[in-house]
């Protein structure tokens, strides 16, 4: 997929998982750190539940650094997709999302401006979504086995 050419930092890392086929609707994710099963929920799902820890994690994060307490954060993520172009192929849609929304209900010792701020630097910092808002380049290369 086309994206933006960017320079590597000297802070970039490269994160790599291995996924084994478990049948036709099962995926075995295996990464550095932990193993999970991507199968009884479908990878949309998880595509978007990846978006909703993100921005939990970093919240966190970032509630932190700010001296803010969080008491309480929930992450409702939806997301726009005609499935067609994945079941069929018979659409000339894009196979994704066409837009993704998050909302953020959460529970903290900050009210207004604050919880702004906080919310644009989670924003800002979540990798999750700047790879669903960026150009990302994705390549797939196939080899026989």
């Given at each position: 997929m086309a994206g933006m050419a960017s320079e590597s930092s000297a802070t970039e890392t490269t994160i790599t998982i291995?996924?084994?086929?478990?049948?036709?609707?099962?995926?075995?994710?295996?990464?550095?750190?932990?193993?999970?099963?991507?199968?009884?929920?479908?990878?949309?799902?998880?595509?978007?539940?990846?978006?909703?820890a993100c921005i939990n994690v970093i919240g966190h994060l970032v509630a932190k650094e700010r001296g803010i307490v969080i008491h309480d954060l929930d992450v409702r993520v939806e997301g726009?997709?005609?499935?067609?172009?994945?079941?069929?192929?018979?659409?000339?849609?894009?196979a994704g999302?066409?837009?993704?929304?998050?909302?953020?209900t959460v529970d903290a010792d900050a009210e207004g401006g604050a919880l702004?701020?906080?919310?644009?630097?989670?924003?800002?910092?979540?990798?999750?979504?700047?790879?669903?808002?960026?150009?990302?380049?994705?390549?797939?290369e196939v080899e026989h086995a």
């Open positions: 291995t996924g084994r086929s478990e049948g036709p609707k099962r995926t075995t994710i295996e990464t550095a750190d932990t193993e999970f099963v991507i199968g009884d929920a479908s990878p949309l799902d998880h595509l978007l539940g990846s978006l909703a726009d997709i005609d499935a067609a172009k994945y079941k069929t192929g018979e659409t000339d849609s894009r999302f066409g837009s993704i929304r998050a909302h953020v702004q701020d906080w919310m644009a630097d989670v924003e800002d910092r979540c990798p999750v979504a700047d790879n669903l808002g960026s150009g990302t380049d994705v390549h797939v």
